[in-house]
């Protein structure tokens, strides 16, 4: 590992905030990646592997003294995003044809991992093929998790494919997740919800109308804006419902929903705003 010297000018840099960002050798880089695919029946070798590309490419400032780099909840090595390239595409053809030696990997890199090795594993997970393990898998890695990067890497990655296997399960663990007395469960819950209905498959829009007033419930300003989303895409693709279903809401959702209504009246027709806001008599 490359030590800075005592009076160097990148000592310097470093005293005073400035990160130095590491040469990259691409051809090197690239047959690192290639390697990692041969250890993903080893989910121990690929973790370590992984973990000594992930330091060999970090920010100096993460190993120089007790100033570490923080996102959100979770330490990152700060990598550039190269390298997560590289290794997602090296890794792609691996996984999609040994997707449970993927899962078993992503699970072992899941472990202890910083950011970057979390999102990592995700990317593996969603190449698995078993609903029930996935399903399992995502649960226990949703416990204690609360970076929202990981957080909307899962419900693209790894909630997506369980919505397809089984739509009917999948919609009743996002109200287990939006009734959750935990916000980033709850969180996760209407990620998930606005990824899923993004995909504007029927059984997504059935359960948009069913569940965007749980959301309701929220203070988080992301909520707001999240809400606001799926209430604009449902306006645009299923008008008519959209303004069946408002016209039928409680005068009480109506009232705890005006701050998510009025986030998304920007997106919405006339005939849909005059449903949330009707003129006054003159």
Not at 57 to 64: N, S, T
Not at 230 to 239: D, E, G, H
Request: with cysteine; hydrophobic share 45%.
């Amino acid at each position: 590992m490359h030590r800075v010297r005592h009076g160097s000018v990148e000592e310097g840099l470093l005293r005073q905030g400035v990160l130095i960002v590491p040469s990259i050798d691409l051809a090197l880089l690239r047959s690192q990646a290639i390697a990692l695919t041969g250890l993903l029946d080893d989910p121990a070798l690929f973790r370590a592997s992984l973990r000594l590309l992930m330091e060999a490419h970090a920010h100096r400032m993460l190993r120089h003294g007790p100033s570490m780099n923080r996102r959100g909840a979770l330490q990152a090595w700060d990598v550039p995003g190269l390298l997560i390239r590289e290794v997602e595409a090296a890794l792609r053809l691996a996984a999609q044809s040994r997707p449970d030696r993927a899962l078993a990997a992503a699970d072992a890199v899941w472990m202890e991992g910083k950011l970057e090795e979390k999102l990592l594993a995700v990317y593996l997970a969603g190449f698995s093929r078993g609903s029930a393990d996935l399903r399992a898998l995502l649960l226990r890695w949703l416990d204690g998790t609360e970076d929202p990067t990981v957080l909307q890497e899962l419900s693209i990655h790894v909630c997506l494919p369980l919505a397809a296997e089984n739509p009917t399960l999948f919609r009743s663990q996002l109200r287990a997740w939006m009734e959750s007395p935990v916000p980033s469960a709850r969180r996760f819950g209407w990620m998930s919800l606005s990824a899923w209905q993004e995909e504007k498959s029927s059984d997504s829009i059935f359960a948009s109308f069913d569940l965007l007033p749980m959301i309701f419930s929220e203070t988080d300003p992301e909520a707001v804006q999240s809400a606001a989303g799926i209430l604009a895409r449902l306006a645009q693709s299923v008008p008519q419902e959209t303004r069946g279903w408002l016209e039928d809401l409680s005068p009480d959702i109506l009232r705890r929903g005006r701050p998510f209504f009025r986030a998304a009246l920007p997106s919405l027709s006339p005939e849909l705003s005059a449903v949330i806001h009707p003129p006054r008599p003159e």
